[in-house]
DNA sequence: CATGGCTGCCC
DNA sequence: ATTCTGC
DNA sequence: GCAGAATGGGCAGCCATG
């Protein structure tokens, strides 16, 4: 498949702002992608990778002016002036394309698998990193090379794919509703977004949808396979929070740390980010916790990860914590000066999926398999209540201890995978209820 | 070998 | 993470 | 109210430079 096709595609949602519209243009180019389906519906989420991948090419804007000015022949401080004036990288890219005028004529056209292949393999010599640095200027070179194959508006949007940034107005929603027009007559969203959400990976799951629903239905939760947090919404007042999760709600701190998912398969520990990200090795710690406190071989807890003071036992700020996180060095000696609590508040998987089980059951079984242990493992400090007196006593408590907050969570919900649905709510104070409970904690 | 620019990813 | 926008 | 885009602070790692 030509990669002209994907280009008259982004076109046309380029001049739209109207959702509908743009699920039938995804469609369209969906149901004639064949072959090329996955590595379209990729291209369509704006980066050729899917998340849980650990691939990414290593260019963003300042590297991509580099790129055009070597694919185009123009100087740096052209495509700078191109970038400024258009407000966009992708136009940039096209301007100066067209402006090479001459001879591609012989050139032959991109294909999709071509755009596919090179960008792979620039993420590839990416991720070789380690001892053997990345030559940048080779990195470059080959894409460069691709852009200054293709014509002016497939430059716009390679570009834009390059820096993950297509910025058409489709995201995931999007895309999910184009896969159910395309090859289920706009039906089984539901199931769609189920198997997006278990896979993280749009590939799998149209090339999933094209087999049938079987096939869609068969994408599930699986161990070392993370998924997407759920996500708490804001509320203002303990009243909306009540509004929004219902009576009697579970109650618990809100901790100034990470959130971290962990898997356990057969009794081997592995620590993922909220966006996907491995963190095992930056974490000795917490497999340690794991290992020794939970009282499973074959389960997934939701939990936040909180920096401790060695000396006072005191919490710290994210900040400090964050010195942990990318670390590839020194890591024995940063778990020492900056060591950690594991903070559990939800299992999704004991032995098998659990995450449509309503959220008391979930805390049960969580309760069941967590052996606490203090500056290792410990539930997240809740309650169960029906009153406002009670949650704002907590919310108190909570800020006096140097925390966030408090969150509310409703006790029938299952667990919905990267929603921000009312399931879950946060209650952070503005900044004055901040100083009234600091000076009150005094 | 130190520094500064760049990138990606936590919040 | 928060804030802004168009639907 | 929602999804998508844009934006901010701060961190480590990496690479090019001098």
Redesign the pocket.
């Known amino acids: 498949m030509k990669f002209s096709k994907i280009t008259e595609a982004f076109e046309k949602l380029d001049q739209?702002?109207?959702?509908?519209e743009k699920t039938d243009i995804l469609a369209e180019l969906f149901e004639e992608s064949g072959e090329q389906l996955p590595q379209v519906v990729l291209m369509c989420t704006?980066t050729p990778f899917p998340a849980w991948k650990?691939m990414?090419?290593?260019?963003?804007?300042?590297?991509?002016?580099?790129i055009i000015s070597k694919a185009t022949g123009r100087s740096e401080k052209e495509v700078e002036k191109e970038w400024k004036e258009q407000g966009?990288l992708g136009l940039a890219a096209q301007t100066m394309v067209e402006k090479k005028t001459q001879q591609r004529l012989m050139s032959q056209e991109i294909t999709v698998q071509k755009a596919f292949e090179r960008m792979q393999k620039v993420a590839e010599m990416?991720s070789?990193?380690?001892?053997?640095?990345?030559?940048?200027?080779?990195?470059q070179k080959e894409l460069a090379d691709l852009i200054s194959s293709s014509e002016p508006r497939e430059a716009k949007y390679l570009a834009r794919i390059i820096?993950?940034?297509?910025?058409?107005?489709?995201?995931?929603?999007?895309?999910?509703?184009a896969l159910s027009e395309a090859f289920f007559d706009g039906k089984h969203t539901g199931d769609i977004q189920k198997a997006y959400d278990f896979s993280n990976d749009f590939a799998e799951v149209a090339k999933a949808s094209r087999e049938g629903l079987e096939q869609v239905n068969s994408l599930e939760l699986e161990l070392y396979r993370p998924v997407k947090?759920m996500?708490?919404?804001?509320v203002d007042t303990i009243e909306e929070g009540f509004e929004e999760v219902g009576e009697p709600a579970s109650i618990n701190y809100k901790y100034?740390?990470?959130?971290?998912q962990i898997h356990v398969k057969e009794g081997q520990v592995k620590v993922?980010?909220?966006?996907?990200?491995d963190?095992t090795e930056q974490f000795p710690d917490v497999v340690e916790a794991v290992e020794e406190n939970i009282e499973s071989d074959n389960c997934i807890l939701d939990t936040?990860?909180v920096g401790y003071d060695p000396e006072d036992g005191g919490m710290i700020p994210?900040?400090?914590l964050?010195?942990?996180?990318?670390?590839?060095?020194?890591?024995q000696k940063?778990k020492e000066e900056i060591p950690v609590e594991v903070r559990p508040f939800d299992l999704i998987y004991l032995e098998e999926p659990i995450l449509q089980r309503p959220y008391r059951d979930r805390w049960e079984k969580l309760a069941s398999v967590v052996n606490e242990q203090e500056e290792e493992m410990k539930l997240v400090d809740n309650d169960i209540t029906s009153e406002a007196e009670r949650v704002q006593e907590m919310q108190q408590a909570s800020l006096s201890d140097g925390h966030?907050g408090i969150m509310m969570k409703n006790l029938q919900a299952e667990y919905k995978p990267g929603?921000?649905?009312?399931y879950m709510v946060?209650l952070?104070p503005v900044m004055e209820t901040l100083d009234l409970a600091i000076v009150g904690a005094k």
Request: no cysteine.
């Open positions: 739209t702002q109207k959702t509908l704006g650990d990414d090419l290593g260019v963003s804007s300042k590297t991509l002016v580099k966009d990416e070789e990193g380690l001892n053997s640095s990345v030559n940048q200027d080779k990195k820096i993950n940034n297509l910025r058409l107005g489709v995201g995931e929603g999007t895309i999910r509703d947090s996500l708490a919404k804001n100034d740390g990470m959130r971290a993922f980010t909220r966006r996907l990200d963190v936040e990860i994210f900040q400090r964050s010195k942990r996180i990318k670390r590839k060095y020194e890591i940063l966030e929603n921000r649905v009312g946060k952070k």
